[in-house]
């Protein structure tokens, strides 16, 4: 059974710095991997999509990259803005799946 | 942009009635999904549809729900005799191949 972890739980950084979120997953035969973005009481919003044949996908001041091997992937966000703020979700689907697997989210605040 | 739309937003039920949870997919996706996410838990998978029939099921899938696309357009979630436990958040998804998954808004059940 796939699991996917995302730590650390919140995080909390100074408007402008850059910054790293992690993922990590159990099962390395994924298809692809999403990250999303979901604000307080609201829907999932696409970030980047990797195909398991991709190491990295970038999105203006967005950067995710995948190592199936350690089944990790990173989310990097450079020059962070308060408008970063928000709960940020990876997940997974396995060859021969049609389901997402979602981690449990990283908490972020960007401090103005 | 073309987007998941999904209503009501908000449903508030009494336990035992039944409920049905309406989503209007992206118009050219042929991959539409349903998840939930009980408040401060994980996003979790439901079921997934292609070529009008269900293609993958969760185990939280049971006969208590089901699912239709009566139109060309329209893709909904029934639960026939909700329980308390079926509280949350309901996003309905789309894609047009087994790539990036968008979701809805959400449509926030909650059983009384």
């Known amino acids: 059974k796939q699991e996917v972890t995302q730590i650390p739980a919140a995080l909390s950084v100074p408007e402008g710095e850059n910054l790293v979120l992690n993922c990590s997953f159990t099962d390395s035969a994924i298809y692809n991997l999403q990250w999303f973005r979901q604000d307080p009481g609201k829907g999932l919003t696409s970030l980047l999509l990797?195909?398991?044949?991709?190491r990295e996908q970038t999105s203006g001041r967005l950067n995710a990259s995948l190592d199936k091997s350690s089944g990790r992937s990173t989310l990097y966000i450079a020059a962070s803005q308060p408008g970063d703020s928000a709960t940020y979700l990876c997940a997974v689907i396995l060859f021969g799946n049609e389901k997402l697997t979602f981690g449990t989210g990283t908490r972020l605040t960007i401090i103005p | 942009e073309p987007e998941v739309t999904q209503t009501p937003s908000h449903q508030v039920t009494q336990m035992g009635q039944e409920v049905i949870l309406r989503c209007v997919p992206i118009?050219?996706?042929?991959?539409f999904y349903w998840y939930r996410q009980i408040l401060g838990q994980k996003v979790e998978f439901l079921v997934s549809f292609y070529n009008n029939e269900i293609s993958e099921k969760s185990e939280i899938f049971d006969d208590q729900f089901s699912v239709e696309r009566p139109d060309g357009s329209n893709f909904t979630l029934k639960i026939r005799s909700t329980k308390l436990e079926d509280s949350a958040m309901y996003f309905c998804a789309s894609s047009g191949s087994r790539g990036t998954i968008y979701f809805g808004e959400g449509s926030w059940l909650t059983v009384v």
């Open positions: 118009s050219n996706h042929l991959y």
């Open positions: 990797i195909q398991s044949s991709q």
